[in-house]
């Protein structure tokens, strides 16, 4: 089971890239209705690609080095709780950084993101399934928290 969130995560991380990818790609071309240059020479559009980058990144970064301590402590013979409890809050907030990115993206696209072509509408229903998965669902948000003050999950379900 442990081994299953790392997947899903992985999934959410690369869902977001590709949508990320998509967009860039489409706006390459797109000129939006009523205008004269393409989606990418727009100053929202800037914007937004960079917003979409630096969440999904920033979080992929996070959840790398939590895991690599998380690793390096599991081969010098034990993982305690408050770094489990860290992995767990990562993979959490990785999931729901992913979300974010789609969303800003899909908002970039405009209503191109409405097409049976675009790869957004299926990108978008798959990150909000991974983001109801209990391993990384926002529920992981308050027993993190809680671990953090020092004080015991609410949860007995809890992934760690």
């Given at each position: ?11 959410a ?10 967009v ?8 939006p ?6 989606l ?29 301590e ?9 993982v305690?709780?408050a ?5 767990a ?12 990115a ?5 908002l970039a ?5 409405n ?12 990150i ?12 992981q948000?308050?027993n ?17």
């Amino acid at each position: 089971r442990k081994g299953m969130r790392a997947g899903l995560i992985a999934v959410a991380l690369g869902i977001a890239q590709g949508a990320i990818d998509s967009v860039i790609d489409v706006a390459q071309s797109k000129v939006p209705r009523g205008g004269q240059s393409t989606l990418n020479e727009r100053p929202l559009f800037h914007l937004q690609i960079a917003e979409a980058v630096a969440t999904a990144s920033s979080a992929r970064t996070w959840l790398y080095q939590v895991v690599q301590e998380n690793w390096e402590l599991a081969q010098a013979g034990e993982v305690p709780l408050a770094a489990r409890n860290l992995l767990a809050l990562a993979a959490a907030h990785a999931t729901k950084s992913a979300r974010q990115a789609i969303e800003v993206m899909y908002l970039a696209a405009g209503g191109s993101a409405n097409y049976n072509k675009s790869p957004l509408p299926r990108a978008g229903r798959d990150i909000h399934a991974l983001t109801q998965h209990v391993a990384t669902s926002p529920q992981q948000f308050p027993n993190a928290g809680r671990i953090l003050a020092s004080l015991e999950p609410d949860s007995p379900f809890i992934f760690l």
